[in-house]
């Protein structure tokens, strides 16, 4: 591990953040009923227990409903949100593949209601666009990696909460309209949304029903191009989405409650443009034409249902259990690629096919939390989590399997303490989580261009006690360090590595590229709040002896390769209320090496590259707030960087984005304006700019200044 260059680096960034200002990243404070009895700290569902952040070793942010609307208004996407308010999540790709975006280095694992969105089997990175973001009340995040939700999170857990039941009987409608347009108002990047949420109580029963439809234009650059459509694997221009959110309510007593949520959310492309190549070398980046590519348009449908039960008093401790049905569809572009070509169907080796996946989830989680009896300051949670997930990938046009149909199973009972110690200046915390883990192969035959190799079936299976344990010192009030070690565990892309098989008489039970991911997160943090200032400083370091990253192969498809990963990273944040009445101003910045071994000699010599890293990042902000009046300017800054050990041309080049939003609260409701890229930068992803660095097909420039006009109501 490197310690001196970043410990170089960590000085200097540390020394560049204190002169540019006093600020934070958008932390969110939830609602006061969602904080320990008796105090005031912010309490995350996420982290499977009722005791206060504060009380956990572990780094999070929570993304109210205020600061996510605004984020909501700029740029439209709950992905976009996080990655513009956390400087250790990656830039996204602006498409609707967020395959290479992550956090700490990590993928992250996407939740709603703490019921993970990943199709792990055979990972289609869709999982961040699985519900309508009108009916999410506020995002968590737990940074690094861990098991408390089981398979993936080793980045981190991203959780998406949705909005809350009725609070008081009777009716309520919240509506919300938007409008939005790229620089010049051109009738081709016009978009439109229209969301209603109605609910209603009586007594102890409640019902919320609600639908959204959002069309999305073509999307335009800074130079005034239209951006170039990704045909293979999904866009978010020129598209339609719609989302159906349902849920039921039962109030059993003051402290148990029953409760059923359903949401059905789709997104498919319009197809109205084809791809133009752009010209790497020139600096010409891919545009699009009036047009229609053949097959069925890239979508995304996914369908969830939860029921809960919980009880804040049973046996003096509190009892939380969820079953829930997951369902997801993705469909990607197609092409006439030689990996699809098959000479027993089309001699000429021009067959055109198009891939899907299919996943279907069925688990179950519980937990009981309660303090010792006897013992009210060591708290003790039990739990146990249940986990079944199939998955295909079918190529549609053709009907073949592409990735045969994989059960994944996991059983995992897991225990957890938290022993308050010297009247709370001292906490220790730890744990230990069991996961029995099989996956389920039937015999299976690749694709022509693999070798058509008979592949003999079987049931791999890991069994892995994974750890984690930390403490927490707050000598002050407002003063809080923390140390803390925990692993997390997610598996390779299966799918991946099932389909490329090019050996003959391979059999799955010996294969060990299914061997799991464990990841190895250790940090050292510090937050100050004290007054007006706000402050937060976190170095860690990630490790994981097998680890997993996407590589590109010839075809233009990733691959997996199983390599040693190592990433360390600092993050620092500082916020403070200025002498201005109602205005406070923010920075935050992330800081990340990460290596791997490319040559199998067990060293570790070569930089990840940007599909499975991020820039360096600075992100500054102002808010204000008077009456009805609130506005914030951000700037995220994307520093440049270069790869040791990857070709020259992957180097990013850096670039800054500034947004911004204006709002107003009038009687009819909150009328706001948000624009993203209010400078009208032309840039190029940081996708485009690091991978596929010779294929003009996916060189792809970022949005330009763009504008939302929107109304939000309540009735």
Known sequence: MRVSTFQAAGTASLTLILALALANPAHAQTDPSATEPGGDDIVVSAARTRLPVSALPLTNDVIDTEALDRQLVISGSTVDAVSALLPSFSPTREKLSGAGESLRGRSPLYAINGIPQSTPIRDGSRDGYTIDPFFIDGVEVIYGSNALQGIGGTGGVVNQVTVPAPAADGATIRTLVQGSAADGFGGESLGGKAAALAGWRAGAFDASFGGAFQRRGAFIDGRGNRIGVDGTQGEIQDSDSWSAFGRLGYQLSDDARLELIAN??????????????????????????????????????????????????????????????????????????????????????????????????????????????????????????????????????????????????????????????????????????????????????????????????????????????????????????????????????????????????????????????????????????????????????SSSDLGSRLVLSGDGIFEVVRAPVDIEGLELSLSSQTPVPGLELSVGYSHLIGRTDDDGDGVLEADLDGANIAPDRVNLAADYGTGRFSARAQARFYLARSFEGQPADAAFEGYALLDAYVGYRADFGLLSLGVQNALDEYYLTYDSDTVRTGDDSRYFAGRGRTMTLSLQSVF
């Open 264 to 541: 059905h959310f789709e997104l498919e492309g319009n197809n109205n443009y084809v791809l133009v190549p752009g010209d790497r070398d020139a600096g010409v980046p891919a545009s699009s034409i009036r047009g229609q590519t053949p097959g069925d348009p890239p979508s995304n449908r996914a369908d969830m249902l939860s029921a809960s039960f919980s009880h804040g008093d049973l046996g003096g401790g509190v009892l939380a259990l969820q079953g829930f049905y997951n369902r997801t569809r993705d469909v990607f572009g197609g092409g006439v690629f030689s990996t699809f070509q098959d000479p027993a169907i089309d001699p000429a080796g021009q067959l055109f096919d198009q891939s899907a996946n299919r996943s279907r989830k069925l688990g179950g989680k519980i937990s009981y939390e309660r303090a010792l009896p006897g013992y009210d300051d060591l708290v003790l949670t039990l739990g146990f989590d249940a986990l079944f997930d199939t998955t295909e990938q079918t190529l549609a046009q053709t009907g073949r399997a592409w990735v045969p149909e994989t059960e994944f199973r996991s059983l995992a009972p897991f225990a957890q303490a938290n022993w308050k110690l010297l009247d709370g200046v001292l906490r220790l915390a730890g744990g230990l989580r069991h996961e029995d883990v099989k996956l389920t192969v039937d015999d299976y035959t690749t694709l022509a261009s693999y070798g058509g190799n008979p592949v003999e079936g079987g049931s791999p299976s890991f069994s892995k006690i994974l750890l984690n344990g930390g403490v927490v010192v707050e000598p002050v009030s407002g003063v809080r360090g923390y140390a803390s070690y925990a692993q997390g565990y997610t598996i390779a892309d299966v799918g991946r590595i099932l389909r490329g098989i090019t050996d003959a008489g391979v059999d799955i039970d010996d294969y060990v590229s299914l061997e799991p991911v464990i990841s190895n997160n250790r940090e050292l943090g510090v937050e100050v709040e004290r007054g007006p200032l706000s402050a937060n400083a976190s170095y860690f370091w």
